[in-house]
């Protein structure tokens, strides 16, 4: 259980800055493009993008992880 504890708050920092970084982004886009985009869109785009970055990410680091042990 106290091996997995560094993998999971890498986890939730990684995620935590991804969203900071799409919310900076999204508050940066010219007014034009808001404009033009309906609210539920955004919120609809943000949420889903972060639900897949919260669901493969640890997969992915996983498989990072074996792949830089079976190259060592």
Known sequence: ???????V???LT???RLHEQMLSA???APMS???????????NR???DMNIVDDML???LFD?????????
């Open 1 to 7: 259980v106290l091996r997995g504890l560094p993998l």
């Open 9 to 11: 708050h890498t986890l």
């Open 14 to 16: 990684v995620s935590k």
């Open 26 to 28: 999204v508050l940066r």
């Open 33 to 43: 493009v808001l404009n033009n985009m309906k609210t539920g869109r955004i919120m």
């Open 46 to 48: 943000f949420t889903k």
């Open 58 to 60: 640890p997969f992915m």
């Open 64 to 72: 990072l992880i074996q792949l830089t042990l079976l190259v060592i």
